[in-house]
Structure formats: structure tokens, C-alpha cells
């Protein structure tokens, strides 16, 4: 393993090293929990959870995994992951548990009572700089790439050995929430990071392809209609594309088929923001989601994302509404509009 000095503080920006060594002393203190991640879990999200769930269980403690069943089917990318034992309702013992929420700007990102309204510990492990601070105990660290970096190097201060079960996970959340070590949030730490789970395990070739290349042809026919629905506002410095219930009807998909539409609408050249909306069905309590990617930086979409009860990252955010979509775009087109000027 590498330095713990020097690994702790790469990850510990804003004095962060006393949140991750309270975050430690927690887990080492505690024996029964209950981990969870945002709804709509992305890679980074399912990573997480997976690698915290070993790492726990590594330390000898009693560990179980909680996501709606709403949120499943997966997207297709992350079907491979071994999440065979997660929980769909709370366990009978919760009471006795400790909630870790993962990858989580703020706790209403997971809409489960029992979480939300229970008398729980909560302990918070995120990367989001908007994070609201909602756990008895918090560890947000924006200057990770990740939060399933942030329990990388939790396992170096409890010592626990990563093996290749609890590798693989941690790179799925590397890789994608860094665009494949392409967005601004790589660093140095990050790629050491990589290369220490790649050392313990992680087979590059196959995760990538897992991740990227097992797209079925139903995925590429609603990719290609999604496509073909652009649409240019508020003088082409914003790009829409409307994904209907009906699209996903025609081609033979759904909604969990629309992981990565968004990175061919952000690389139109010209383009300051980009917003896929996809109608949900019944996977949601609101009509329709938005996902919204920040081409250049110069926009922050997170804080547009906020003003409609989502969050995210400065340049990849999302929330849920039932807007309309004429509504919706005059929304987006006003908020883009504000920070960029007239």
C-alpha cells in the first residue's frame, strides 16, 4: 500500500484528514449497517456501495446493502456487478443498524421512509461539493474524483487489504465518474489510485468492455432516435433531446437503456449545456428526469439542477420533475442564460 500520509491528504482538501479519521473510528466503533447510494445509481454510486459492503466485511462486521426495487432493472452497464444480496426492504433488524450513505449529495437522493424518517445513525461518505451535510457524521471530500476513491483510502487507514472482489467495484466507480480518467476531476491520486486496484486485481480489459461494449442493438436504436431529437435554445448554447415513453416503445428499450446519450449531445461543438429529458414511467415519483452536462465548466449545472430539488456535480448534475417540456426548456434557457449573461 502506499504512504498513508501521502495518500490521506491527496483525497483530504478544506482539512478533511480529521473528517476521514472520525469517519474511520466510526466504522471501527460500529458492528451492524445498512449501506446505500443515491437513486438512479450511477458506477460511481454501485461501486461504492460494493466496495464499502466488502470492506466492512473484510473488518468482521455485519453488513447489508439497501436499494429500492424501483431502481431496478439497472442500466445495462452495471448488470455484471454482483449485487445479487442487496436488500429491496429493511432488513428486520434495523433498528440496530448504522445507515451509511454513499455517493449521496443529500438524503433525500434516496426517497425511502425508512431512511429518511427513521431515528438512525447516518453516517455520510460523498464527493459532491454541493453535499448537504445531512449525516451525525460526515466525510465530503470534493477534491476526490470519487466516492469510491474516498473508500480506498478508507481501507488503507483501517489496513484492510483490497483484494480483486473489492478492486473491481472501486475501479468501476473510478472510471466512470471520471469519463474514463478523461473529466477534470483526474489527478494525480487518482490514477495511483487505478494503478494500485489494477495491482490487486481489476482485469482492464474486460471491466472496460463490461462497462462499454456490451450494448445491446435495442440501446443503439433509441440512441439513434434520441439523436435525431436534438434541438438547439437560447442562441445554441443549450441542446436538448426528449426521450418519450413512446421512444422507448418503438425500439424495444427503457429507461435504464439511457446511460451515456448525454456525451454526444455535450460534444456538439458550441454547446455550453446539454440536457437529456426521458419520461420515466412508473420508475419514478416525478413524470420525467433531466440529466444536464456542463460542456466547458463555464457552466455550474449543479446549482440549476438544486433549484428544481436535484444536485450533482458542477458539470454533471440532474434532477426529476413534472415540468412540462416547454416549461422545462424555458427553465433551463433562464438558468443558462443567468450565469453565462445575455
Given at each position: 500500500?502506499?504512504?498513508?500520509?501521502?495518500t490521506?491528504?491527496?483525497?483530504?482538501?478544506?482539512?478533511?484528514?480529521?473528517?476521514?479519521?472520525?469517519?474511520?473510528?466510526?466504522?471501527?466503533?460500529?458492528?451492524?449497517?445498512?449501506?446505500?447510494?443515491?437513486?438512479?445509481?450511477?458506477?460511481?454510486?454501485?461501486?461504492?456501495?460494493l466496495?464499502?459492503?466488502?470492506?466492512?466485511?473484510?473488518?468482521?462486521?455485519d453488513?447489508?446493502m439497501?436499494?429500492?426495487?424501483?431502481?431496478?432493472?439497472?442500466?445495462?452497464?452495471?448488470?455484471?456487478?454482483p449485487?445479487e444480496?442487496?436488500?429491496?426492504?429493511p432488513p428486520?433488524?434495523?433498528?440496530d443498524?448504522?445507515?451509511?450513505?454513499?455517493?449521496?449529495?443529500?438524503?433525500?437522493?434516496?426517497?425511502?421512509?425508512?431512511?429518511?424518517?427513521?431515528?438512525?445513525?447516518?453516517?455520510?461518505?460523498?464527493?459532491?461539493?454541493?453535499?448537504?451535510?445531512?449525516?451525525?457524521?460526515?466525510?465530503?471530500?470534493?477534491?476526490?474524483?470519487?466516492?469510491?476513491?474516498?473508500?480506498?483510502?478508507?481501507?488503507?487507514?483501517?489496513?484492510?487489504?483490497v483484494?480483486?472482489?473489492?478492486?473491481?467495484?472501486?475501479?468501476?466507480?473510478?472510471?466512470?465518474?471520471?469519463?474514463?480518467?478523461?473529466?477534470?476531476?483526474?489527478?494525480?491520486?487518482?490514477?495511483?489510485?487505478?494503478?494500485?486496484?489494477?495491482d490487486?486485481?481489476?482485469?482492464?480489459?474486460?471491466?472496460?468492455?463490461?462497462?462499454?461494449?456490451?450494448?445491446?442493438?435495442?440501446?443503439?436504436?433509441?440512441?439513434?432516435?434520441?439523436?435525431?431529437?436534438?434541438?438547439?435554445?437560447?442562441?445554441?448554447?443549450?441542446?436538448?433531446?426528449?426521450?418519450?415513453?413512446?421512444d422507448?416503445?418503438?425500439?424495444?428499450?427503457?429507461?435504464?437503456?439511457?446511460?451515456?446519450?448525454?456525451?454526444h449531445?455535450?460534444?456538439?461543438?458550441?454547446?455550453?449545456?446539454a440536457?437529456?429529458?426521458?419520461?420515466?414511467?412508473?420508475?419514478?415519483?416525478?413524470a420525467?428526469?433531466?440529466?444536464?452536462r456542463?460542456?466547458?465548466?463555464?457552466?455550474?449545472?449543479?446549482?440549476?439542477?438544486?433549484?428544481?430539488?436535484?444536485?450533482?456535480?458542477?458539470?454533471?448534475?440532474g434532477?426529476?420533475?413534472d415540468?412540462d417540456?416547454?416549461?422545462?426548456?424555458?427553465?433551463?434557457?433562464?438558468?443558462?442564460?443567468?450565469?453565462l449573461?445575455?
Amino acid at each position: 500500500m502506499s504512504d498513508l500520509s501521502t495518500t490521506a491528504a491527496a483525497t483530504a482538501a478544506d482539512g478533511a484528514l480529521s473528517d476521514l479519521e472520525t469517519m474511520v473510528a466510526e466504522l471501527r466503533a460500529h458492528n451492524r449497517f445498512l449501506l446505500t447510494a443515491h437513486e438512479g445509481p450511477d458506477g460511481d454510486a454501485l461501486g461504492s456501495l460494493l466496495g464499502m459492503h466488502q470492506l466492512l466485511k473484510k473488518l468482521g462486521k455485519d453488513s447489508v446493502m439497501f436499494l429500492a426495487a424501483k431502481e431496478f432493472p439497472l442500466p445495462i452497464e452495471y448488470r455484471f456487478l454482483p449485487l445479487e444480496e442487496v436488500f429491496h426492504e429493511p432488513p428486520a433488524d434495523m433498528a440496530d443498524r448504522t445507515v451509511v450513505f454513499l455517493d449521496c449529495g443529500n438524503i433525500d437522493r434516496m426517497p425511502v421512509d425508512f431512511l429518511t424518517q427513521g431515528d438512525h445513525r447516518i453516517l455520510n461518505i460523498d464527493h459532491h461539493h454541493d453535499n448537504t451535510r445531512f449525516g451525525d457524521v460526515n466525510l465530503v471530500m470534493p477534491g476526490a474524483s470519487c466516492t469510491a476513491e474516498i473508500v480506498y483510502d478508507i481501507a488503507h487507514l483501517l489496513s484492510v487489504p483490497v483484494d480483486a472482489e473489492m478492486a473491481m467495484p472501486l475501479y468501476v466507480g473510478l472510471i466512470t465518474d471520471t469519463g474514463k480518467f478523461m473529466y477534470e476531476n483526474t489527478n494525480a491520486h487518482t490514477h495511483r489510485v487505478a494503478a494500485e486496484l489494477i495491482d490487486a486485481g481489476v482485469d482492464v480489459d474486460d471491466t472496460y468492455r463490461r462497462l462499454y461494449e456490451h450494448v445491446p442493438i435495442e440501446k443503439l436504436r433509441l440512441v439513434a432516435r434520441a439523436l435525431d431529437k436534438i434541438e438547439r435554445h437560447c442562441g445554441e448554447r443549450l441542446v436538448t433531446s426528449y426521450i418519450t415513453a413512446e421512444d422507448y416503445a418503438a425500439t424495444g428499450s427503457g429507461e435504464e437503456m439511457t446511460e451515456g446519450v448525454i456525451d454526444h449531445l455535450r460534444s456538439i461543438d458550441g454547446v455550453k449545456v446539454a440536457a437529456v429529458i426521458r419520461d420515466l414511467g412508473n420508475r419514478g415519483r416525478a413524470a420525467r428526469k433531466v440529466s444536464l452536462r456542463s460542456s466547458e465548466g463555464d457552466v455550474d449545472v449543479s446549482a440549476i439542477a438544486r433549484k428544481q430539488g436535484g444536485g450533482g456535480h458542477k458539470r454533471a448534475a440532474g434532477f426529476s420533475t413534472d415540468l412540462d417540456l416547454p416549461a422545462l426548456v424555458e427553465f433551463l434557457c433562464g438558468e443558462v442564460t443567468a450565469q453565462l449573461g445575455s
